[in-house]
């Protein structure tokens, strides 16, 4: 299974020489640094909000196949069908299918 695109070296490689992008790609980082700083000053709380949330984060993970399955149940229970794929290929394979029975 290929993971990366066949062009992205040269797309990388690109992205780096262009100084219009990395001046915007900096302006990002530096924003987004100084008002999550400004959010979490804000939140005395945050370490404990942050664990809590990384808690359920490891919960849910933990417990995915029953979340899942429940997931199911409900869209089902709502006239839906969940498709599941055990990888990238069977799923496009289902998508295509999808589409095609659809005509679209």
């Given amino acids: 299974m290929q993971i990366t695109s066949p062009s992205f070296k040269q ?5 780096l020489a262009d100084p219009q992008l990395q001046k915007a790609l900096n302006n990002v980082r ?30 849910t993970l933990a417990h995915l196949d ?6 199911e149940n409900r869209v ?9 794929a055990e990888s990238a290929e069977e799923a ?6 999808i ?3 659809s005509g679209a």
């Fill in 66 to 71: 029953l979340y899942l399955d429940a997931y």
């Fill in 30 to 59: 530096t924003g987004f640094i100084d008002k999550r700083q400004k959010a979490v000053d804000a939140l005395p709380e945050f370490d404990a909000l942050r664990d809590k949330a990384r808690e359920i984060k490891d919960h």
């Fill in 11 to 15: 797309n990388a490689r690109e992205a």
């Fill in 76 to 84: 089902k229970e709502a006239g839906g069908t969940v498709h599941w």
């Fill in 92 to 97: 496009r394979a289902i998508i295509l299918d």
């Fill in 99 to 101: 589409c095609r029975s």
